[in-house]
């Protein structure tokens, strides 16, 4: 009989989940930063180009994103001690 053996992950299921969110975060920030093409060559609009969610939003959600998934790979699983 073969004996299964049981996979070792690099970290704790908790860890991928907040891993998971903080990507989704970031995810979600560097789409809000695409757009702002106009079809016309010609034409400029500086609203859509420059919008605050494009400019102050976006960055500030990638950001928290990456905090967020550093944070995931330090965090200690609960129950190990502090050596």
Same mark, same amino acid.
């Given at each position: 009989m073969e004996e299964k053996k049981k996979v070792q992950f690099a /970290?704790?299921?908790?860890?991928?989940?907040? !891993? !998971?969110? +903080? !990507? *989704?975060?970031? %995810?979600? +920030? /560097?789409i809000l930063m695409i757009g702002g093409a106009t079809q016309d060559p010609a034409k400029f609009d500086a609203d859509a180009l420059f &919008?605050?969610?494009? %400019?102050?939003? *976006?960055?500030?959600?990638?950001?928290? +994103?990456?905090? %967020? %998934?550093?944070? &995931?790979i330090m965090k200690k699983p609960k129950g190990t001690k502090n050596s």
């Open positions: /970290f704790p299921q908790e860890n991928y989940k907040i !891993l !998971l969110i +903080g !990507l *989704a975060v970031n %995810i979600l +920030g /560097f &919008s605050p969610v494009r %400019i102050t939003l *976006a960055p500030i959600l990638v950001v928290i +994103g990456y905090v %967020i %998934i550093m944070y &995931s």
